[in-house]
């Protein structure tokens, strides 16, 4: 069993910033894609930004230029860098990961989402 936990959400006043991190544990022996997805009130879920085991990143159209993916495979955490905030960030905010199991099994994981709030 894999378990993701997120932390660094919160209440940021427009233009702000956040980091958010996102720690992988548990029976894992890799972790191929690391996503970011938010869903806001309302809403679906949707991708806010995706990256490889080697670093290469996806960005939704909103969140270019703004937000920044990295990871850490020495820890098994990726972050979620996010500047000039806007309050339709507004949002929770999930990790998602695809983990190869110890045993070879590959699965889907999420973590438990953390709230983003951006007040105007």
């Known amino acids: 069993q894999v378990q993701l936990v997120e932390s660094g959400g919160g209440l940021v006043q427009a233009g702000g910033s956040l980091r958010l991190s996102c720690a992988a544990s548990?029976?894992?022996?890799?972790?191929?894609?690391e996503g970011w997805y938010r869903q806001a009130p309302g809403k679906q879920r949707e991708l806010v930004a995706t990256i490889t085991s080697g670093g290469s990143t996806n960005y939704a159209d909103s969140v270019k230029g703004r937000f920044t993916i990295s990871r850490d495979n020495a820890k098994n955490t990726v972050y979620l860098q996010m500047n000039s905030l806007k309050p339709e960030d507004t949002a929770v905010y999930y990790c998602?990961?695809?983990?190869?199991?110890?045993?070879?099994?590959?699965?889907?994981?999420w973590g438990q989402g953390t709230q983003v709030t951006v007040s105007s």
């Open positions: 998602n990961a695809q983990v190869i199991e110890l045993g070879w099994r590959q699965r889907d994981y």
């Open positions: 548990g029976s894992i022996f890799s972790i191929g894609i």
